[in-house]
């Protein structure tokens, strides 16, 4: 039997690696039908019986060999338990008369039948056959056992479906043959009703001689175990093999050669032409479906991104216009605010003057008036003893009177310079600002005012003026009162003398303006009270006798001459204060 023609390629090529290396490892000539496999010398060959027409289990292969997974596994057994064996492969009738006869030891593949118990002892099985009805595609239906009364039945002489047919007695006519393959050659040709063959072997041999036009059903009408079988009686013999076939159970190997030969076939291939065209009934639709959904969501997720970009420029766009009014609001608000604060201001400025003048002219009277009664009080304290003054001991009131004087002086000193600075920051000054100012010049002048505070603040103090810096038009005092305020606040913000204050002067040729950048290493101002430090009042130094005055006066100077104050600060960082002033005419708004 042609082997390449019973199972696919793989386990063709398979199949001959397998003999290929039985050969070489073994060392085992071959003839004939004959094969031997040697693991032990003395021992004498156990003749192994099967048939020689029933794949994928035994058949006789392409090169005359016996072949197929029983005789693998027969193989297999004999190589673990270090026994000869003598592959015998013959017609199936045949083999169970020469087991009888004892010119056979053991057939490796026999199915089960309780009648057979009588003539035979079993090992346990190795597999499980399925046997099934054959018939041809356009003969009678027949669809289980009881179907066969009458028919006319086609059975491999000796098999157990022979056996089965005999014992049931269904009244069918039986057609004996010697082989499996006779018996579905014999179906194909048209002649009688139906053969009985194992399905897996059926299908081997349907494949090996292209029988198209037979087939089973679906549902096999016989589950049978399969396994090795001997003369009843021969217990030794068959201990040997089913200790074999547990060995090989318990190491995986019996799994690896039935994988290697029931597991591999393949059901016939459907004709190409019959793949086209199912494929283009399906596909063809399926494609044109996809294409479609494709073109359909390519067109959505552009007009999605389309309208998605669009909608983000309109969000942005209205941002950007709810940011822009919300500046103008608040524009708005702080003009307005500075407006009422000018008009109350210029009031309340005059009213608190007038008490604040009464005030610091008659403490000086007070004083004078004290000093002039202090021996008075002093002798009378030593003639009479300490007495009371107010409230107090005169003994305590000698020592508190004249800091109390003093400290009035200087509140209603202080009261005058706030009063003094509020008017300056309501009035609108209309001062001349047309002078060609040097702002180096300017620099120098407001150091020599603040001299003190500086060298009372600070052991690191630089200046760094820049040569020959253009002039802007301006007036010189005012611009001046600005610097002092911005290097004052410098000394204020510093803890200790090792922290420096650093001035220097520069040209921005591409802002067309000259610029003073005071730099300090305070305290530092955080990020959200920045925006607030021209605002008037706002001070982060009210507990030291701030106003919050000084930086919006500063401000208010700066814009009459078309410059700007930046401000860049961090808490702990110390904080740096850029005053930008225009190379250009004073009050151009260009």
């Known amino acids: 039997m042609n082997l390449k023609r019973i199972c696919p390629s793989r386990l063709t090529t398979r199949c001959a690696a397998l003999a290929l290396a039985l050969a ?14 040697r693991a032990s010398v ?39 338990m270090g026994i000869e064996v003598q592959i015998r492969l013959g017609d199936w009738d045949s083999m169970r008369k020469a087991l009888a006869a004892g010119t056979v030891d053991i057939l490796q593949g026999m199915a089960y039948s309780p009648d057979r118990v009588s003539e035979v002892d079993y090992s346990p099985p190795h597999t499980i056959v399925y046997q099934s009805i054959w018939t041809r595609r ?57 053969a009985l063959v194992a399905k897996l072997p059926g299908e081997y041999l349907v494949e090996e001689f292209q029988l198209t036009n037979i087939a089973p059903l679906a549902r096999p009408i016989a589950e049978q175990p399969y396994g090795y079988a001997v003369k009843k009686g021969n217990t030794a013999m068959l201990s040997r093999f089913s200790e074999g076939l547990a060995i090989l159970k318990k190491t995986g190997r019996y799994q690896q050669i039935h994988n290697r030969w029931l597991g591999v076939l393949e059901p016939a291939g459907i004709p190409w032409w019959r ?67 000018g008009i109350l201001v210029s009031g309340v400025a005059h009213e608190i003057n007038n008490p604040t003048g009464l005030i610091l002219l008659n403490l000086p009277h007070l004083i004078k008036a004290y000093e002039d009664a202090e021996p008075i009080l002093d002798a009378y304290a030593r003639e009479h003893g300490d007495f009371k003054l107010g409230w107090l001991n005169y003994s ?38 047309s002078a060609s100012v040097d702002l180096n010049t300017v620099v120098a002048d407001s150091l020599r005012l603040v001299d003190n505070s500086i060298r009372n603040a600070t052991e690191h103090f630089t200046v760094e003026l820049a ?71 706002f001070t982060t130094r009210r507990e030291e006798g701030g106003t919050g005055l000084g930086l919006s006066i500063s401000a208010g100077i700066v814009k009459e001459h078309g410059g700007r104050l930046e401000f860049n600060s961090a808490p702990g960082k110390g904080m740096t204060v850029m005053l930008k002033l225009p190379i250009k005419e004073a009050g151009s708004t260009a």
């Open 138 to 194: 356009d003969g009678p239906a027949i669809s289980s056992v009881e179907g066969l009364g009458g028919k006319q039945v086609i059975v491999m002489r000796g098999s157990i479906m022979h056996d089965f047919m005999l014992e049931r007695g269904l009244g069918a006519t039986l057609v004996p043959t010697d082989t499996l393959a006779d018996a579905l050659r014999l179906l194909a040709s048209g002649r009688h009703d139906c």
């Open 42 to 80: 003395g021992d004498s060959p156990v003749v192994v019986g099967g048939d020689h027409n029933y794949p994928p289990y035994e058949f006789i292969d392409g090169s005359g060999q016996p072949s197929g997974y029983n005789v693998e596994l027969s193989r297999a057994i004999a190589e673990v």
């Open 467 to 537: 040569d020959e810096l253009p002039k802007f038009r301006g007036n010189p005092q005012r611009i001046e009162q600005v610097v002092v305020n911005l290097v004052l606040n410098a000394c204020q913000a510093l803890t200790e003398k090792g922290q420096g204050i650093f001035l220097h002067t520069v040209y921005l040729a591409e802002e067309g303006v000259v610029a003073l950048e005071v730099k300090d290493q305070g305290v530092g101002v955080a990020l959200e009270q920045l925006e607030h430090l021209t605002d008037p009042f």
């Open 275 to 341: 793949l086209v065209r199912y494929g283009a009934m399906i596909i063809v639709p399926l494609l044109l479906v996809l294409g479609g959904t494709l073109a359909w969501s390519r067109t959505l997720k552009k007009e999605v991104a389309h309208r998605t970009s669009e909608l983000e420029k309109e969000v942005g766009e209205r941002k950007r216009v709810i940011e822009e009014l919300e500046i103008r609001q608040r524009q708005l608000i702080q003009a307005d605010k500075m407006t009422s604060l």
């Open 24 to 37: 070489l490892l073994l060392c085992c000539p071959v003839a004939g039908v004959f094969t031997k496999v």
């Open 396 to 433: 305590r009131m000698r020592d508190e009177i004249p800091h109390m004087l003093s400290e009035m002086q200087e509140g209603a000193k202080r009261i005058k310079n706030i009063v003094e600075d509020l008017k300056d920051f309501a009035r609108r000054d209309d001062s001349d600002l």
